[in-house]
């Protein structure tokens, strides 16, 4: 039996994006560019659907509980003629933590430590920053939410998470995923153990 088809969705961009700010889990809303990615991920979704001759209206909903991550699922459900606030949130689906990093630029943490970056390099995937989390134990997470689904589902989430479920799908090895771009206003399609990009 095949595995669901998820369409997941970057949150659009936030000021702290803009300022290259690690977000983690703090909660910060959509700029103005973040909102247009939005609506035109519900646009790029629309266009899918139509192509394939389904309709919105067929597939479960579910956002990160963060407001960047909603926000990003509220316009692109508007966006597809749904009520906006009519879908799931899994806790599960939360941004990958960087602890006490969060809010900092990758030039302070590397001036509070100048090798902290080159170690994280060496091992992305294992590598816990002070207080936060490793994309291993985000994997745990969003393999465990990946693995519940039970039907074609679109997603509202993170850069971190997206790099957790290519790592889960064995996609790419699990180190190579941590480096995958994600981009924001970009629709990803996870489906018979591939990950196909549409902007």
Not at 74 to 79: K, V
Request: hydrophobic fraction near 40%; proline fraction near 3%.
């Amino acid at each position: 039996m095949s595995h669901p088809v998820i369409y997941y969705v970057r949150h659009g961009l936030t000021d702290w994006n803009v300022e290259q700010r690690l977000q983690g889990r703090h909660d910060i809303a959509l700029n103005q560019l973040g909102r247009a990615q939005a609506l035109e991920c519900g646009e790029i979704l629309s266009a899918l659907f139509a192509t394939c001759g389904l309709r919105a209206s067929e597939f479960a909903y579910v956002a990160s509980p963060l407001i960047r991550a909603r926000q990003t699922m509220e316009l692109m459900r508007l966006a597809l003629g749904l009520e906006p606030k009519q879908y799931e949130m899994d806790e599960r689906l939360v941004e990958i933590a960087f602890g006490e990093w969060e809010g900092l630029t990758y030039r302070d943490v590397i001036e509070r430590d100048s090798t902290v970056v080159e170690r994280r390099e060496t091992d992305k995937w294992g590598f816990i920053p002070p207080a936060g989390e490793s994309y291993a134990q985000v994997a745990m997470r969003v393999g465990r939410w990946a693995d519940s689904l039970t039907a074609d589902t679109v997603v509202a989430a993170h850069g971190g998470t997206a790099r957790a479920l290519i790592a889960h799908f064995a996609i790419v090895p699990a180190e190579d995923a941590t480096h995958y771009s994600i981009d924001q206003g970009v629709v990803y399609v996870f489906a018979d153990g591939k990950m196909t990009r549409y902007s």
